[in-house]
C-alpha cells in the first residue's frame, strides 16, 4: 500500500511530460482550431446583425418661464412639474409607438433570401406594395413575388389559419381564413382575392437593375403586434442627476430603426405641444363664437344709428344728452362685461360638470379677464391632479391606491372649484342688479329729454356697447393667436439617431474570431490534461513509471488479428517481431541462462495473460529451443480452445495422482513446442498448488526443457501466482494499455515490491503506436527497416490516408 499512497502523492501534473504530450498532439490544437474559426466564420456569416441605434432628448422639470402661455396669463397648469420617470413611461408607452409606427406606415415589410441570410429590404425594393384599406388584409403570410422583367412578375402565396386585419380602422378580425394563391401580373394590376386587395408598383426610387427571375417577399403587418415589438426600448437617464434620457432600439434593419427612433421623438414632442396649443384652440373656438354673435348686433345697431340720424338730420347730442350718454354708457359697457363673465362662468360650471379625465381644452380665466385668484388656482390644482392621474395609468391600473388617492383628491377639487363658481356667480348676479337699477334711475332722467335726443341716444348706447365688447373680444382672440402662434414643446432632442458609422452590436465579429483562438487552443489542452489527470487507466510508459520502479521489458502492440496464434500463424508480422524483441530483452533479468522459467500475470482478467504466454512459448520454440506451455489457471483455463485439445486430463489430475506425467504432456504442431493444459476445474486450486508435488513437478520438467513458460490467474484476483513465484526465474507482470487501472495497479506493484520478489518485470500489452507514441518511447521500432516491405501481414502493410490516419489518431 506505500507504493499506493506514494502514486496518490505524486498524481501532480508533469509539465515536462506536458510540454511533450502538446507537441505530440499537435493535430488535435490544428483540427479544433480549424474547427472553431469555422464555427466563428459561418456565424458571423449567417446569422442577422443586430444594430443598437440611440438618440437622446432633454426632459425639462419646469416649464420654461418665457413660455408665452405663462407671459399671457393663457397657462392655467402653473408650474407643472414633469415627473422624469413618469416621461420615460410615456417614451415607453403603446400609444407613443403606435402613432409612430402609423406615421412611417410600417404596414408592409419586404424581405429578400440571399446565401442562406433573409434580410428586411427597407426604401430599397423594386416595387412598393399599395394596401386597399377598403378590404381586410391577410398579416403575417408571406406574398413570393418574382420578377419576370420590366413589366410582368409572379406572385404566390400559401397560408393555413391567417389572421386579417383592416388597415382603416386598424382593427384585426377574428375570422381566420387559408389562402392558397398563384398568377402573374402586370405592374400596377390590381391584385384581387377573395381575402386580399392590394397593387404593385414600381418603385421610382429603386435605381438598381432588377435581375430576372429575382424574389422578393413581403408580408402585411398586424399593427398591434407590432407595435408591442417596438416597445422594447430602453429608456433611461444618462446619468443619475441629469433629465436628459438616452432612447436605445436594438434591430436588425439599422436605417429603419433610426426612422423609428427620430419619428418617436417627434410624435412625443408634438404631443407636449398639441397638449399646450389645445388650451389656446379652445379659447380662440369659445372667442370667436361670442365674437360672431357681437357682430351681428353691432350691424344691426350701426344701420339703425345711421338710418336715424339721416333721416331725422341730427347727428350729434346736445350738451346734456352728451352727459347723460356718457353715464349711460358706462353703465351698459359694466354690464356687458359682467354678462359676458356670466356667460363664461355658466360655461365653466357645465364644462366642471361632465368633464372626465382631463380639462386640457378648458377656456382659462385670464383669456375671459377674469384673474380671481381662488378660481385661477383652484383649476390649476384640478389640472396638475388629472396630469398626474393619466401619467400614473400609464404604468398602473385603475384600482391602484395611487391612482385612488388621485382620484379622491380630484373629487374633492371639483366640489370646491363648483362651490367657488357658485358663490362667483351669485355675486356677478347681484353686481348685475346693482347696473340695472343705476341704469333705470338714469333712464328716468334721461325719459326728461325731448324724443329726437332720447332716441338718438338709445341707438348711439346700444352701438357703443357692442362695439366695445367687439374691440375687447378681438384684443383677447389675438393674444390667443398671439400664444398658439409662440407656444414650443417643453422638451427638446439633443441628438438624434443617425445610422452612419453604426456597427452591429451582434454578432461581435472580433470578438467571436477572438473566442474561437482561445478555444481552439484551451480545448485541446484542457482534453489533455483532463485525459492526463481524471484518466484511470494507464496509457504511456510515463504512467507506468510514475507508479513502479519495477523495469520495463518492453510493449506488444495490438492484434490486429482474430487468432491469438499471431507469431505462428504470421512469423514475419510486426506483431511478431515485438515477441522477438521481448525474447531478447528477457535475456537480461535471466542473465544469459540456457534455461529459465518464467510466470505470467496481471492484475485482472482480459489483461492478456494467455495471449503473451502462447506467442512467448511459440518465438522461444522457434529459436530452436524445447519449449513447455504451462496451462496454471486452473481456474478460468483457455489454452485447450486456442489449440484444440481436450482437457480432461492436466495439471489438476496429476497434482491429486489421477495422471502420470507422460500422459498430460501434449506434443503441439508447432516443432519444439509442448503444452501442458490446466485440466478439470478443481474445487481447491491454491491447495493443490501448495502441494510437495508442485515442486517435484517443476524440478522433472525443468530437466526436460529449455523454456518454460507459466500461464497463471490474475495476481490482484487470487493467490495461486504467489505460489508459483518461487518455481520461476523471472515474472513477466502484464499491463494493458487503456485497460489496467492505475490504483489496481499501483497496489499490487506496491506489494511485490514490498515483498522483494526478485525479477518481477513489466511488460505493456496492446499498444497501438499511431495513439501512443510508444515505438519512439520504448527504443523499438526504428532502425530496422519496418513498414518498407519486410512484413508478410496484409493487413499491416496497406497503406491509409492522412484522413484515416487523422480520424484514428483523434
Same mark, same amino acid.
Given at each position: 500500500?506505500?507504493?499506493?499512497?506514494? +502514486?496518490?502523492?505524486?498524481?501532480?501534473?508533469?509539465?515536462?511530460?506536458?510540454?511533450?504530450?502538446?507537441?505530440?498532439?499537435?493535430?488535435?490544437?490544428?483540427?479544433?482550431?480549424?474547427?472553431? $474559426?469555422?464555427?466563428?466564420?459561418?456565424?458571423?456569416?449567417?446569422?442577422?446583425?443586430?444594430?443598437?441605434?440611440?438618440? *437622446?432628448?432633454?426632459?425639462?422639470?419646469?416649464?420654461?418661464?418665457?413660455?408665452?402661455?405663462?407671459?399671457? &396669463?393663457?397657462?392655467?397648469?402653473?408650474?407643472?412639474?414633469?415627473?422624469?420617470?413618469?416621461?420615460?413611461?410615456?417614451?415607453?408607452?403603446?400609444?407613443?409607438?403606435?402613432?409612430?409606427?402609423?406615421?412611417?406606415?410600417?404596414?408592409?415589410?419586404?424581405?429578400?433570401?440571399?446565401? +442562406?441570410?433573409?434580410?428586411?429590404?427597407?426604401?430599397?425594393?423594386?416595387?412598393?406594395?399599395?394596401?386597399?384599406?377598403?378590404?381586410? @388584409?391577410?398579416?403575417?403570410?408571406?406574398?413570393?413575388?418574382?420578377?419576370?422583367?420590366?413589366?410582368?412578375?409572379?406572385?404566390?402565396?400559401?397560408?393555413?389559419?391567417?389572421?386579417?386585419?383592416?388597415?382603416?380602422?386598424?382593427?384585426?378580425?377574428?375570422?381566420?381564413?387559408?389562402?392558397?394563391?398563384?398568377?402573374?401580373?402586370?405592374?400596377?394590376?390590381?391584385?384581387?382575392?377573395?381575402?386580399?386587395?392590394?397593387?404593385?408598383?414600381?418603385?421610382?426610387?429603386?435605381?438598381?437593375?432588377?435581375?430576372?427571375?429575382?424574389?422578393?417577399?413581403?408580408?402585411?403587418?398586424?399593427?398591434?403586434?407590432?407595435?408591442? !415589438?417596438?416597445?422594447?426600448?430602453?429608456?433611461?437617464?444618462?446619468?443619475?442627476?441629469?433629465?436628459?434620457?438616452?432612447?436605445?432600439?436594438?434591430?436588425?434593419?439599422?436605417?429603419?430603426?433610426?426612422?423609428?427612433?427620430?419619428?418617436?421623438?417627434?410624435?412625443?414632442?408634438?404631443?407636449?405641444? @398639441?397638449?399646450?396649443?389645445?388650451?389656446?384652440?379652445?379659447?380662440?373656438?369659445?372667442?370667436?363664437?361670442?365674437?360672431?354673435?357681437?357682430?351681428?348686433?353691432?350691424?344691426?345697431?350701426?344701420?339703425?344709428? !345711421?338710418?336715424?340720424?339721416?333721416?331725422?338730420?341730427?347727428?350729434?347730442?346736445?350738451?346734456?344728452?352728451?352727459?347723460?350718454?356718457?353715464?349711460?354708457?358706462? +353703465?351698459?359697457?359694466?354690464?356687458?362685461?359682467?354678462?359676458?363673465?356670466?356667460?363664461?362662468?355658466?360655461?365653466?360650471?357645465?364644462?366642471?360638470?361632465?368633464?372626465?379625465?382631463?380639462?386640457?381644452?378648458?377656456?382659462?380665466?385670464?383669456?375671459?379677464?377674469?384673474?380671481?385668484?381662488?378660481?385661477?388656482?383652484?383649476?390649476?390644482?384640478?389640472?396638475?391632479?388629472?396630469?398626474?392621474?393619466?401619467?400614473?395609468?400609464?404604468?398602473?391600473?385603475?384600482?391602484?391606491?395611487?391612482?385612488?388617492?388621485?382620484?379622491?383628491?380630484?373629487? *374633492?377639487?371639483?366640489?370646491?372649484?363648483?362651490?367657488?363658481?357658485?358663490?362667483?356667480?351669485?355675486?356677478?348676479?347681484?353686481?348685475?342688479?346693482?347696473?340695472?337699477?343705476?341704469?333705470?334711475?338714469?333712464?328716468?332722467?334721461?325719459?326728461?329729454?325731448?324724443?329726437?335726443?332720447?332716441? #338718438?341716444?338709445?341707438?348711439?348706447?346700444?352701438?357703443?356697447?357692442?362695439?366695445?365688447?367687439?374691440?375687447?373680444?378681438?384684443?383677447?382672440?389675438?393674444?390667443?393667436?398671439?400664444?398658439?402662434?409662440?407656444?414650443?414643446?417643453?422638451?427638446?432632442?439633443?441628438?438624434?439617431?443617425?445610422?452612419?458609422?453604426?456597427?452591429?452590436?451582434?454578432?461581435?465579429?472580433?470578438?467571436?474570431?477572438?473566442?474561437?483562438?482561445? #478555444?481552439?487552443?484551451?480545448?485541446?489542452?484542457?482534453?489533455?490534461?483532463?485525459?492526463?489527470?481524471?484518466?484511470?487507466?494507464?496509457?504511456?510508459?510515463?504512467?507506468?513509471?510514475?507508479?513502479?520502479?519495477?523495469?520495463?521489458? &518492453?510493449?506488444?502492440?495490438?492484434?490486429?488479428?482474430?487468432?491469438?496464434?499471431?507469431?505462428?500463424?504470421?512469423?514475419?508480422?510486426?506483431?511478431?517481431?515485438?515477441?522477438?524483441?521481448?525474447?531478447?530483452?528477457? !535475456?537480461?533479468?535471466?542473465?544469459?541462462?540456457?534455461?529459465?522459467?518464467?510466470?505470467?500475470?496481471?492484475?485482472?482478467?482480459?489483461?492478456?495473460?494467455?495471449?503473451?504466454?502462447?506467442?512467448?512459448?511459440?518465438?522461444?520454440?522457434?529459436?530452436?529451443?524445447?519449449?513447455?506451455? $504451462?496451462?496454471?489457471?486452473?481456474?478460468?483455463?483457455?489454452?485447450?480452445?486456442?489449440?484444440?485439445?481436450?482437457?480432461?486430463?492436466?495439471?489438476?489430475?496429476?497434482?491429486?495422482?489421477?495422471?502420470?506425467?507422460?500422459?498430460?504432456?501434449?506434443?503441439?504442431?508447432?516443432?519444439?513446442?509442448?503444452?501442458?493444459?490446466?485440466?478439470?476445474?478443481?474445487?481447491?486450486?491454491?491447495?493443490?498448488?501448495?502441494?510437495?508435488?508442485?515442486?517435484?513437478?517443476?524440478?522433472?520438467?525443468?530437466?526436460?526443457?529449455?523454456?518454460?513458460?507459466?500461464?497463471?490467474?490474475?495476481?490482484?484476483?487470487?493467490?495461486?501466482?504467489?505460489?508459483?513465484?518461487?518455481?520461476?526465474?523471472?515474472?513477466?507482470?502484464?499491463?494493458?494499455?487503456?485497460?489496467?487501472?492505475?490504483?489496481?495497479?499501483?497496489? #499490487?506493484?506496491?506489494?511485490?515490491?514490498?515483498?522483494?520478489?526478485?525479477?518481477?518485470?513489466?511488460?505493456?500489452?496492446?499498444?497501438?503506436?499511431?495513439?501512443?507514441?510508444?515505438?519512439?518511447?520504448?527504443?523499438?521500432?526504428?532502425?530496422? &527497416?519496418?513498414?518498407?516491405?519486410?512484413?508478410?501481414?496484409?493487413?499491416?502493410?496497406?497503406?491509409?490516408?492522412?484522413?484515416?490516419?487523422?480520424?484514428?489518431?483523434?
Amino acid at each position: 500500500m506505500d507504493n499506493y499512497n506514494e +502514486f496518490n502523492q505524486q498524481e501532480t501534473i508533469d509539465y515536462k511530460s506536458l510540454f511533450f504530450k502538446l507537441i505530440r498532439y499537435w493535430y488535435l490544437f490544428v483540427l479544433t482550431l480549424f474547427v472553431t $474559426m469555422s464555427i466563428a466564420y459561418l456565424f458571423n456569416r449567417y446569422t442577422k446583425s443586430i444594430y443598437e441605434v440611440k438618440t *437622446t432628448v432633454l426632459v425639462k422639470d419646469d416649464k420654461n418661464k418665457m413660455d408665452p402661455s405663462k407671459m399671457m &396669463g393663457l397657462d392655467f397648469m402653473g408650474g407643472d412639474q414633469q415627473n422624469l420617470e413618469n416621461e420615460i413611461g410615456i417614451l415607453n408607452s403603446y400609444t407613443l409607438a403606435n402613432q409612430t409606427i402609423k406615421e412611417l406606415h410600417f404596414e408592409v415589410s419586404y424581405f429578400s433570401t440571399q446565401k +442562406f441570410v433573409t434580410a428586411e429590404l427597407y426604401k430599397a425594393t423594386p416595387f412598393i406594395v399599395i394596401i386597399d384599406t377598403a378590404k381586410d @388584409q391577410p398579416v403575417n403570410l408571406s406574398f413570393n413575388v418574382k420578377i419576370i422583367d420590366n413589366n410582368h412578375y409572379s406572385i404566390n402565396a400559401e397560408g393555413d389559419e391567417i389572421s386579417l386585419y383592416n388597415y382603416k380602422t386598424y382593427t384585426k378580425s377574428d375570422h381566420k381564413v387559408d389562402i392558397q394563391f398563384e398568377h402573374e401580373y402586370h405592374f400596377g394590376d390590381n391584385v384581387i382575392g377573395a381575402n386580399f386587395s392590394f397593387k404593385i408598383v414600381r418603385n421610382p426610387d429603386f435605381k438598381k437593375d432588377v435581375t430576372k427571375d429575382s424574389e422578393v417577399s413581403f408580408i402585411f403587418n398586424d399593427i398591434d403586434e407590432l407595435t408591442k !415589438q417596438y416597445m422594447g426600448l430602453k429608456t433611461e437617464p444618462i446619468n443619475t442627476n441629469a433629465s436628459i434620457v438616452e432612447i436605445s432600439l436594438r434591430g436588425n434593419n439599422k436605417q429603419k430603426s433610426v426612422d423609428f427612433l427620430n419619428m418617436l421623438t417627434t410624435v412625443y414632442l408634438n404631443r407636449g405641444l @398639441q397638449k399646450k396649443n389645445m388650451v389656446a384652440i379652445k379659447t380662440i373656438d369659445f372667442i370667436s363664437s361670442q365674437l360672431s354673435n357681437i357682430k351681428d348686433s353691432l350691424n344691426i345697431a350701426e344701420i339703425n344709428l !345711421q338710418d336715424y340720424r339721416k333721416k331725422n338730420e341730427v347727428m350729434d347730442l346736445d350738451f346734456q344728452s352728451q352727459q347723460a350718454f356718457e353715464v349711460m354708457k358706462d +353703465f351698459d359697457t359694466e354690464k356687458a362685461q359682467l354678462d359676458l363673465k356670466n356667460k363664461y362662468y355658466n360655461y365653466l360650471k357645465n364644462y366642471i360638470v361632465k368633464i372626465r379625465n382631463n380639462i386640457d381644452d378648458v377656456t382659462m380665466p385670464s383669456s375671459m379677464g377674469i384673474e380671481d385668484p381662488i378660481l385661477v388656482g383652484l383649476i390649476s390644482q384640478l389640472a396638475q391632479l388629472y396630469s398626474e392621474r393619466n401619467e400614473l395609468l400609464l404604468t398602473a391600473k385603475q384600482k391602484n391606491p395611487e391612482v385612488t388617492a388621485i382620484d379622491s383628491k380630484i373629487t *374633492t377639487t371639483n366640489n370646491n372649484l363648483l362651490s367657488v363658481i357658485n358663490n362667483i356667480i351669485n355675486t356677478s348676479n347681484i353686481a348685475v342688479k346693482d347696473v340695472d337699477h343705476r341704469i333705470a334711475l338714469m333712464t328716468t332722467r334721461i325719459s326728461k329729454l325731448p324724443l329726437t335726443q332720447r332716441l #338718438l341716444m338709445g341707438m348711439e348706447r346700444k352701438f357703443k356697447v357692442n362695439d366695445g365688447i367687439y374691440t375687447f373680444l378681438l384684443q383677447k382672440l389675438s393674444e390667443a393667436q398671439i400664444s398658439k402662434a409662440s407656444n414650443m414643446a417643453d422638451n427638446e432632442i439633443v441628438d438624434p439617431a443617425l445610422s452612419s458609422d453604426l456597427q452591429p452590436v451582434y454578432p461581435k465579429k472580433s470578438l467571436n474570431f477572438t473566442i474561437a483562438l482561445l #478555444l481552439g487552443f484551451i480545448l485541446p489542452l484542457i482534453y489533455i490534461l483532463g485525459k492526463d489527470i481524471f484518466n484511470d487507466q494507464i496509457v504511456e510508459k510515463e504512467d507506468v513509471e510514475k507508479i513502479t520502479k519495477l523495469p520495463i521489458l &518492453g510493449h506488444i502492440i495490438h492484434n490486429v488479428k482474430e487468432s491469438k496464434m499471431v507469431v505462428a500463424e504470421s512469423p514475419k508480422s510486426y506483431i511478431a517481431e515485438t515477441f522477438r524483441t521481448l525474447r531478447t530483452n528477457l !535475456q537480461y533479468p535471466t542473465q544469459g541462462k540456457d534455461k529459465h522459467t518464467i510466470l505470467v500475470t496481471s492484475s485482472l482478467p482480459g489483461e492478456g495473460k494467455t495471449f503473451i504466454s502462447i506467442n512467448l512459448a511459440t518465438i522461444y520454440s522457434m529459436y530452436g529451443k524445447k519449449t513447455l506451455l $504451462m496451462g496454471f489457471d486452473m481456474r478460468k483455463p483457455k489454452i485447450y480452445q486456442d489449440f484444440g485439445v481436450s482437457n480432461t486430463e492436466g495439471i489438476s489430475t496429476y497434482l491429486i495422482n489421477k495422471s502420470p506425467l507422460e500422459n498430460i504432456i501434449i506434443h503441439s504442431s508447432i516443432p519444439n513446442l509442448d503444452i501442458m493444459m490446466s485440466g478439470p476445474v478443481p474445487p481447491n486450486p491454491a491447495e493443490l498448488i501448495a502441494l510437495p508435488k508442485t515442486e517435484k513437478l517443476f524440478l522433472q520438467l525443468k530437466e526436460l526443457y529449455d523454456y518454460i513458460i507459466i500461464d497463471t490467474p490474475p495476481i490482484g484476483v487470487v493467490t495461486d501466482p504467489y505460489l508459483l513465484l518461487n518455481y520461476a526465474d523471472v515474472t513477466v507482470y502484464i499491463v494493458r494499455q487503456n485497460f489496467t487501472n492505475k490504483k489496481i495497479f499501483a497496489s #499490487l506493484a506496491g506489494d511485490i515490491e514490498k515483498r522483494n520478489i526478485p525479477n518481477v518485470n513489466i511488460l505493456i500489452n496492446d499498444v497501438d503506436l499511431q495513439k501512443s507514441g510508444y515505438g519512439y518511447g520504448y527504443g523499438y521500432g526504428y532502425g530496422y &527497416g519496418y513498414g518498407a516491405g519486410y512484413y508478410s501481414d496484409n493487413a499491416e502493410k496497406k497503406k491509409s490516408t492522412f484522413f484515416e490516419r487523422l480520424f484514428k489518431k483523434l
